[in-house]
Nanobody, 123 residues
């Protein structure tokens, strides 16, 4: 397993941008698919984006065209660039890792999780 630590959250005005980072420990980062999920108050955790170990990507419809997921295997880091943020993007954002698939929307199919980072978008 890998251990994940997110950073980069904060308060931003609607229309602004943030970049989240997820640093993974361990030597096998390059063999893991990486994902970003989010959970707003009173709602279930939902898939945002995923990237395979080869760099293929998948996005939720709600963020496609505004968010970009990427990874740097040399530094064991995954990123989520978020542009044109909206109030409804406000949530705790979680980084996830797994070896089985990068497109899964099911939280129980992702094996490793970070603690989360808060993103608040003011309208």
């Amino acid at each position: 397993q890998v251990q994940l630590v997110e950073s980069g959250g904060g308060l931003v005005q609607a229309g602004g941008s943030l970049r989240l980072s997820c640093v993974a420990s361990g030597r096998t980062f390059s063999s893991y698919h990486m994902g970003w999920f989010r959970q707003a108050p009173g709602k279930e955790r939902e898939f945002v984006a995923g990237i395979s170990w080869r760099g293929s990507t998948s996005y939720a419809d709600s963020v496609r065209g505004r968010f970009t997921i990427s990874r740097d295997n040399a530094t064991s880091t995954a990123y989520l660039q978020m542009n044109n943020l909206k109030a409804e993007d406000t949530a705790v954002y979680y980084c996830a890792a797994d070896r089985t698939g990068y497109k899964s929307r099911q939280t129980d199919e992702w094996n490793c999780w970070g603690e989360g980072t808060q993103v608040t978008v003011a309208s």
